[in-house]
């Protein structure tokens, strides 16, 4: 079934990624941003909602992880817990438990190190989706998570959800595994990855300025 205004919003996509290169250039380094550091990954992850990424996720709280945690491994944040942090009750032990998570992954794998044992799991949806019996992840964060591991996915937050009612779609009808949906026809329809439509969403038609 289509969606009402799905044909003008394939169009707007089509035409944001023509017109702005670094969504592409964007999607391409969201993999790579955390090599060797898979650890801080998961602090990323875990800390993204419900705090403004780019004034304070970035240049405050991960810097702050970076200088005190020293390893900044999956290995090193299974073991302890980041409690000293400023983070909300809970937030410390979800990373630590969403850390063993994946590293309880390499018994089912031989992998040469965090950052191939990250792909595998992310692209191993039967084992990884059971990191939503962690509470505190939702459908968005693994998504979100599974996006920084490697995987082609999309996270369907708020920005995200923002971009989509810019092109006119009905978001209100979704949930946010709803969402993902739309988005995989939404993107094979403009000929490109959900990486890119994630970017293309969240970088470009979900920032209010534009």
């Not at 944001?16 to 999607?27: E, G, I, Q, S």
């Not at 875990?46 to 709280?61: D, G, N, T």
């Not at 992880?65 to 999956?74: F, G, I, P």
């Not at 779609?169 to 979704?174: D, E, G, R, T």
Request: with cysteine; proline share 4%.
């Amino acid at each position: 079934m289509e969606i009402p205004g799905q044909d003008m919003a394939i169009k707007e996509i089509r035409k944001v990624l023509d017109n702005y290169p670094d969504v592409k250039t964007a999607a391409r380094q969201l993999p790579r941003l955390y090599v060797g550091q898979r650890g801080l990954m998961v602090v990323d992850v875990v800390a993204s909602p419900q705090r403004k990424y780019e004034e304070y996720v970035i240049p405050k709280l991960l810097p702050t992880y970076v200088e005190r945690a020293k390893d900044l491994t999956l290995a090193s944040l299974a073991d302890e817990a980041p409690t000293w942090m400023k983070l909300r009750v809970g937030e410390a032990l979800v990373m630590k438990q969403v850390a063993q998570h994946i590293i309880e992954y390499s018994k089912n794998i031989s992998a040469t190190g965090e950052d191939e044992l990250c792909q595998a799991w992310a692209e191993d949806k039967a084992y990884s989706s059971k990191v939503l019996e962690i509470k505190g992840i939702g459908p968005a964060l693994y998504q979100y998570l599974r996006m920084r591991c490697g995987a082609d996915s999309l996270k369907s937050d708020l920005r995200v959800k923002r971009g989509l009612q810019k092109l006119g779609l009905p978001i209100q009808w979704f949930s946010d595994e709803g969402v993902l949906e739309l988005c995989m026809v939404l993107a094979d329809e403009a000929g490109c990855t959900l990486v890119e439509l994630d970017q293309c969403l969240y970088k470009v038609l979900g920032n209010e300025n534009v």
